[in-house]
């Protein structure tokens, strides 16, 4: 049970230095109250690897996840549009209804859908055959090493302009999803030049809706 514990975590770890999700957690640290976005990423990845180690096999059964992957990707874009919005952080989400934990929660689980973290957690509940060390140890594994990009995140904020902060999280969430629909469809070269196609659109959609919220937005 140990050996199974210390190798997911160790392997998590490991797996997510650098990754998306890491990069996502560090982009919602310069949005929103750094303990808010940890328990979100907490609550996220204990649903997100419970169903990994539980029901990860069978879920590729009937859903492929190839779907599960785009859908994710896709996801991203959305964020990416979505976080140009001139909001005032957690003062405006409280005005519009929004909950900073359930939307750092929701991005992140869906986020972690099809992710290289989670498949690790399938393939180490395969290997042992414990649920629980497995689970515990990829879970916490998560929680650190997303606690490091929050760190970052929270550092960025406060020495780099908000604005700033903000295309630099657009562009990423958008490129992330675009090269995970390319991840999708790799063996389809008109893929691969639409999505080429579509990057400066999706640069003009970003700034349309920088420029309009901008405009909205009371001073």
């Not at 210390?6 to 750094?34: H, I, N």
């Not at 929270?154 to 995970?180: S, T």
Request: aromatic share 12%; glycine share 6%.
């Amino acid at each position: 049970m140990l050996t199974a514990y210390l190798t997911s975590f160790a392997f998590v770890v490991l797996a997510e230095t650098g990754d998306k999700t890491q990069l996502l957690a560090m982009a919602f640290a310069t949005r929103y109250r750094w303990s808010t976005v940890l328990w979100a990423v907490f609550a996220a990845t204990l649903v997100n690897h419970l169903l990994a180690v539980v029901a990860g096999a069978s879920l590729t059964r009937v859903i492929p996840m190839d779907w599960v992957r785009l859908a994710a990707a896709l996801s991203f874009v959305a964020f990416g549009i979505w976080e140009m919005h001139h909001d005032r952080l957690d003062g405006e989400d409280r005005r519009s209804g929004r909950s900073p934990f359930w939307t750092v929660a929701i991005a992140f689980f869906i986020a972690e859908m099809g992710d290289k973290t989670q498949l690790a957690t399938v393939a180490l509940a395969a290997r042992y055959g414990e649920i629980l060390p497995v689970w515990m140890g990829s879970t916490c594994g998560m929680v650190v090493a997303d606690a490091i990009g929050i760190v970052v995140g929270v550092v960025l904020h406060k020495h780099i302009p908000a604005r700033a902060i903000q295309w630099c999280a657009a562009l990423l969430f958008a490129g992330f999803g675009l090269w995970g629909i390319h991840d999708v469809f790799p063996a389809i070269p008109w893929v691969t030049w639409t999505l080429l196609g579509a990057v400066p659109m999706l640069v003009l959609i970003l700034y349309a809706v920088s420029r309009r919220d901008k405009v909205a937005a009371p001073d």
